[in-house]
């Protein structure tokens, strides 16, 4: 039986690395391909609209281990080998991918209509109407709750430990097992969660505040 010393909170501690690394490359994956579902959820096209809206209610009325599941043992039955690490980016960026889309696609359509109206009838093309006209006050009505979301999937990535992914509820796992101090170990873990998690819960809260009063 290990001590619970220095070494073992350093065990742990790359266990929050390693979670914030998945998060950062989930959320920005994710926020990628959600801006690509949001326009096609706006796009005015009926087989886009519908296709993206069958993308979003799968992945919202999925549980997220089942996701990661079908990343990682669906894909090697379609011929695609993957280790945890690729598996688990595939499932949290497709998740993040469906609750970003449909919160930008809020924030796209809570844009009065009448300015997009107004910007085609000055000639200002797709793009430029999206850049200049709603995509700043899209992003700001967005802002809150996308903010609130990366909190959400910075914890759901806790359910990676479940296909062998060692991110900072597995490190501290591991710890649980070599030590026999399940309390403690998962104790430091949940410190380090909240730690992350608290500041942005209450920046999500701050802003959705400020913007409350200003609406």
């Known amino acids: ?3 619970f010393d220095y070494n073992a909170v350093l ?3 790359s266990g929050v690395k390693a979670t914030l690394i998945l998060s950062a490359i989930a959320f920005g994956m994710g926020g990628f391909f959600g801006l690509l579902v949001a326009l096609a959820r706006t796009s005015g096209i009926k087989l886009l609209e519908r296709l993206s809206s069958a993308y979003i209610d799968f992945f919202q009325g999925t549980p997220m281990l089942l996701q990661l599941f079908l990343a990682y043992y669906g894909l090697p039955v379609l011929g695609f080998p993957v280790n945890p690490w690729t598996a ?11 609750y970003l889309g449909e919160i930008w696609r809020g924030g796209i359509q809570a844009v009065p209509r009448g300015q997009t109206e107004a910007a085609a009838a000055l000639g200002l093309s797709y793009h430029h109407r999206m850049r200049d006209v709603v995509f700043p006050q899209a992003f700001r009505l967005s802002l809150a709750p996308t903010v609130g979301f990366s909190v959400q999937l910075i914890k759901g990535t806790s359910l990676a ?6 991110e900072l509820s597995r490190s501290a796992q591991i710890i649980a097992s070599t030590t026999y101090k399940p309390l403690l170990a998962y104790g430091v873990a949940g410190i380090f969660y909240f730690a992350i998690c608290f500041p942005l819960s209450m920046y999500s809260m701050r802003l959705a505040k400020k913007y409350n009063r200003e609406a």
Do not use: E, R, W, Y
């Open 1 to 3: 039986m290990q001590s």
């Open 11 to 13: 065990v742990i501690l």
């Open 88 to 98: 688990v980016t595939i499932g949290l960026t497709l998740h993040a991918s469906a």
């Open 161 to 166: 430990a479940i296909i062998g992914f060692v």
